[in-house]
């Protein structure tokens, strides 16, 4: 899934509320001055998310916050440059019993997959572990090591006339991440969505014993009999099995696509989130309930002939002024405040308008956007991430979310839910909307539900059944024991999704309590942990919040004062919300079985 970020800009206009059209007018001109500034001001790249002293290393993750806010201590990091370096790594750690971790160069993943068990484990970073190792043109295949992000991957393949059909939206991750936690684009068609379905050939440096230096390399390779079990784990593997050191992708011949957004009611979406992704190759819908609306995108593969060179740089990826990002900041934490939903509704108009004459970010020849359909190909409109791009380190503009200026900071709730139950669990939200007309103008914000589609993988940590992934940002204050608007709405939602409608989590986002007891609904986890016993007996890859995801530990849920507040638990006690703040624990209005954190005010 992807980060649903405001456009950064248009959020200017939520200043604006008072609605005069001078203002507004007045405003504009101060968003088109800005980003011609902002494209003309060099960005700053994200942190390494490794900080090393002389008493040790600390880790987080590109947002600096996990889910329960503790910060992750190691006793040391190491950045291997080849494969025989790692396994030189891995072996020396597992001499010593050392826990490990595998760290990216960016860190994207929410849930606190990074930290290895302990205080005294090692991380073992993949920033060097770049190279692209082999293009076969013939073969439609491409080697790449684990550190490779997205963007190169998306690069690399295009030079050579190819493509990766499907991918997320955000060219920061890296191969070795994007199978760590299943990450994926939007597609029923082909093997669907996800990227790790497209590996046809995976390295992988595992534990050893004395005999082997105590590291081993698997080589797994569908064209050459290797064990489907060991494939089908090491494809989705929460970094549990080893140091993924090369993937191999299957990649197609280079295409073209063409994309329209389409603007509609969403009195049907519920019908038409069934059946859009049978009719378009790389459908996917935002939708917008507090406003009644959905985008439909409609974007097809065309001939090469098919003229337009269109580019897909998504507005909310860019990098963005720190000045603006802190006013965009102050706005939202003001109206959190006051509990100022109508302001959040009005900005959220102006921002989806915004953002709509913008065509978020496409451009038809990679200047300027004159209508669609978008044409152009795969490779320039299939991800995008300029904020990543960096000349300088001065922080005057950053990517939005980026922990060391004032910004964007947020819970994403991100699950899949399957195609047949899709359109009642849509009408549920509908019907909750209906009690609470302006109670998702917060995740409107922050650009809507953005609904995308996934199929079903023979990795027995995939995805069990073809399903919709639904992708849900919404405001987290600095305080953890403060609670949101609609906080109640946010959480019957994401209880909904997870026990009537047995959702699975994003395994890179998400909050605690998202995966207590998630296992269960894996058909074949015994599988992987069969091939977790014979690659790493000593569960030197795990720790305990693995442990505790994969259900060989109690409790991924941690109960004490106001944790609902922050998805650490479901509530059962007014204790768990804030009682101080006027947020009791109550059922939903709904899904009866939910248990949120409800606003009760004393005067109406
Ligand atoms: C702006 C933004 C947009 C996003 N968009 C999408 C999207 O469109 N679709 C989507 O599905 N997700 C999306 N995500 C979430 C993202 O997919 C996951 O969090 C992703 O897996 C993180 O990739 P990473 O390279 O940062 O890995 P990390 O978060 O650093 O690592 C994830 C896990 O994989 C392990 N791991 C990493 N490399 C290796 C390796 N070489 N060998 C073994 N284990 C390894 C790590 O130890 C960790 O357990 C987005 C996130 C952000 C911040
Ligand atoms: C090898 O492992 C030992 C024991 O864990 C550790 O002290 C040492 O620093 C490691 N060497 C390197 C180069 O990482
Ligand atoms: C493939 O593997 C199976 C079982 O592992 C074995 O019986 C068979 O002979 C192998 N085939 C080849 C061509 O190696
Ligand atoms: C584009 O190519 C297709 C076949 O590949 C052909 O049928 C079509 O006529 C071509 N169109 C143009 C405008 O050349």
Wanted: net charge neutral.
């Amino acid at each position: 899934m992807m980060t649903q970020t405001s456009p950064c800009l248009s959020k200017v206009f939520r200043l604006g509320w008072s609605g005069s059209g001078m203002l507004c007018a007045s405003l504009h001109i101060i968003i088109i001055a800005t980003t011609a500034m902002i494209m003309s001001v060099s960005a700053t790249p994200p942190a390494d998310p490794i900080t090393c002293t002389s008493n040790g290393c600390t880790t987080t993750n590109s947002y600096g916050a996990f889910p329960d806010r503790s910060t992750c201590k190691v006793g040391a990091a190491a950045y291997p440059t080849s494969e025989e370096e790692l396994v030189w790594v891995v072996g020396n750690a597992t001499r010593s019993k050392r826990k490990m971790k595998v760290v990216t160069r960016f860190s994207h993943s929410i849930p606190k997959l990074v930290c290895p068990g302990g205080e005294e484990g090692l991380l073992v970073s993949t920033k060097y572990m770049t190279r692209i190792v082999r293009v076969d043109q013939e073969g439609m295949r491409m080697s790449v090591e684990g550190g490779v992000t997205l963007r190169q991957l998306i690069e690399e393949a295009a030079k050579a006339g190819m493509a990766l059909p499907y991918a997320p939206y955000w060219w920061g991750l890296t191969v070795g991440g994007m199978l760590g936690t299943g990450a994926h684009g939007s597609s029923l068609w082909g093997k669907g969505s996800a990227v790790h379905d497209y590996v046809e050939a995976m390295r992988i440096v595992i534990p050893g014993g004395p005999e082997d230096g105590y590291a081993r390399i698997r080589t797994l390779d569908v064209n050459a009999n290797s064990s489907h079990a060991e494939m089908d784990a090491v494809k989705v593997s929460l970094g549990v099995l080893g140091v993924i050191s090369q993937v191999t992708l299957k990649l197609q011949p280079l295409f073209k696509r063409s994309l329209t957004y389409s603007i509609m009611g969403d009195s049907n979406l519920g019908e038409q989130a069934s059946s859009f992704g049978n009719q378009h190759e790389f459908a996917d819908i935002m939708w917008y309930p507090s406003q009644q609306k959905a985008v439909y995108r409609i974007d097809d593969r065309v001939n090469l002939n098919a003229s337009g060179n269109g580019l897909y740089d998504f507005t909310p990826f860019r990098s963005t002024l720190s000045l603006i990002l802190a006013l965009l900041r102050s706005t939202e934490e003001l109206q959190e405040s006051l509990n100022d939903a109508d302001g959040k509704c009005n900005g959220a108009k102006l921002i989806s308008s915004t953002l709509e004459s913008f065509a978020y970010g496409l451009t038809n020849n990679g200047i300027i956007f004159t209508g669609y359909p978008v044409i152009g190909y795969h490779n320039r409109l299939q991800s995008s991430g300029t904020c990543l791009d960096s000349l300088q380190d001065d922080l005057i503009t950053a990517c939005p979310w980026d922990p060391r200026v004032k910004g964007e900071f947020f819970h994403q709730t991100t699950f899949s839910v399957g195609l047949s139950m899709v359109k009642s669990f849509i009408e549920d939200i509908q019907q909750l909307i209906a009690l609470e007309p302006k109670a998702l103008c917060g995740v409107e914000l922050y650009n809507g539900i953005l609904m995308r589609y996934v199929k079903a993988s023979s990795a027995y940590l995939g995805k069990q059944e073809d399903a919709v992934d639904f992708d849900i940002t919404y405001y987290r204050s600095k305080d953890p024991l403060s609670p949101r608007l609609y906080e109640d709405v946010l959480e019957e939602i994401e209880q909904m999704a997870l026990f009537k409608y047995d959702a699975l989590p994003h395994w890179g986002k998400n909050r605690n309590l998202a995966f207590d007891g998630v296992i269960k609904r894996y058909k074949n986890a015994q599988e992987f942990f069969k091939v977790k016993e014979m690659y790493d007996p000593l569960g030197l890859f795990s720790s305990e919040w693995t442990d505790q995801v994969l259900g060989l530990k109690e409790g991924a849920s941690m109960v004490r004062d106001g944790c609902a507040l922050e998805g650490l638990c479901i509530c059962s006690q007014d204790a768990h919300c804030a009682p101080n703040k006027g947020y009791f624990c109550r059922p939903g209005k709904v899904y009866k079985e939910a248990r949120v954190c409800t606003r009760i005010s004393s005067k109406t």
